[in-house]
């Protein structure tokens, strides 16, 4: 004869079930302390940390090491003259523990978020200990701004910027203090090599032919500390009547001076560089393009390029190789 189990042995097996789960519970639980690599949890000891450019996103995950999250906002080829924050970018802003921008203006659309950040937060511009009267101004250098932002150019400016992650970093988190001034020190010790690596390199240049012409602004501080002359054509970019002006001073002074080749950027219009060099080959003389330099973005995640020091050697050898 068929029986009714369930009828008699329900309540039982259904306390035996419980049991089970319970125990089932407690020993995922203690797995999962046990485990801490694995889980999400173990990452709440790491600073959450966003950061502008990626030149400084590079520097501070150098210095921060195992103990920081940094999270980027600008990515390869981004214009941080002109970029907005978007509303998840407020969010990254909002979420972080500590904010690093570069500070004079570069991030110019963004300055009213950082004053509003730093009252709830260490918000450090990276530019803030260098001395500000080393620094070159903005109306001497045709742009709109009180200094010229591009301050990574000159190695020894970085290393002070270096400096500046440093010590916002041993502050806010005085356990690792130790960690952060090894990590800093190795690291400082690589852009010291660095700054002189530039400077003989440049010095291989024939003197007379240590010009830079590029389309961007962004080379004035590189110019100045390893002995070159910056031509900007920044300004034609507008196709004015003046910008037509501009180009034919500058194919003469090129032309004058023998330069053998000028520079693009990505974000450069291609048709303001190939007036000057189809002017220079109307005077019969032949310029070309030496190659694309990185200015204010990085190369792509991933690659030589998409490291602070990788760039520099990228804009070295192109120049170097160009103008040799
Ligand atoms: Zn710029």
């Not at 203090?177 to 010291?192: P, S, T």
Request: include cysteine; aromatic fraction near 6%.
């Amino acid at each position: 004869m068929p029986s009714f189990p369930f009828s008699s042995t329900s309540p039982s097996r259904l306390k035996r079930v419980l049991l089970a789960f319970l125990l089932a519970l407690c020993v995922a639980a203690l797995a999962a302390c046990g485990n801490k690599e694995n889980t999400p949890a173990a990452k709440e000891g790491q600073i959450k940390i966003t950061t502008t450019v990626g030149m400084i996103t590079d520097v501070v995950e150098q210095v921060g090491g195992e103990h920081v999250k940094v999270t980027g906002l600008m990515k390869a080829g981004v214009d941080p003259h002109l970029y907005k924050a978007s509303q998840g970018d407020i969010q990254k802003l909002d979420e972080a523990d500590v904010i690093f921008y570069n500070g004079l203006h570069l991030e110019g659309k963004m300055v009213e978020i950082f004053e509003k950040m730093a009252k709830k937060k260490t918000t450090v511009a990276v530019s803030d200990d260098i001395d500000h009267s080393t620094l070159r101004t903005g109306a001497e250098n045709g742009m709109d701004t009180e200094y010229d932002p591009h301050i990574w150019f000159n190695v020894k400016h970085w290393m002070k910027a270096t400096e500046t992650i440093r010590e916002t970093l041993v502050k806010f988190d005085p356990d690792h203090a130790d960690d952060y001034k090894k990590n800093a020190e190795a690291y400082l010790a690589q852009l010291k090599q660095l700054d002189e690596e530039v400077a003989e390199q440049i010095k291989t240049i024939p003197e007379g032919s240590r010009v830079l012409v590029t389309a961007h602004d962004a080379f004035g501080y590189f110019g100045d500390a390893y002995g070159m002359q910056v031509m900007g054509l920044q300004g034609m970019s507008t196709a004015s009547e003046a910008g037509t002006k501009d180009v034919t001073d500058l194919r003469d002074f090129i032309v004058e001076h023998h330069i053998k080749a000028v520079f693009i950027e990505s974000s450069v219009p291609r048709k303001a560089i190939d007036a000057v060099i189809q002017g220079a080959k109307e005077k019969g003389h032949q310029l070309e393009i030496g190659g694309e330099l990185f200015s204010d973005a990085m190369g792509e995640e991933g690659t030589v390029e998409g490291t602070y020091i990788g760039m520099v050697r990228h804009n070295v050898n192109t120049i170097v190789k160009a103008l040799k």
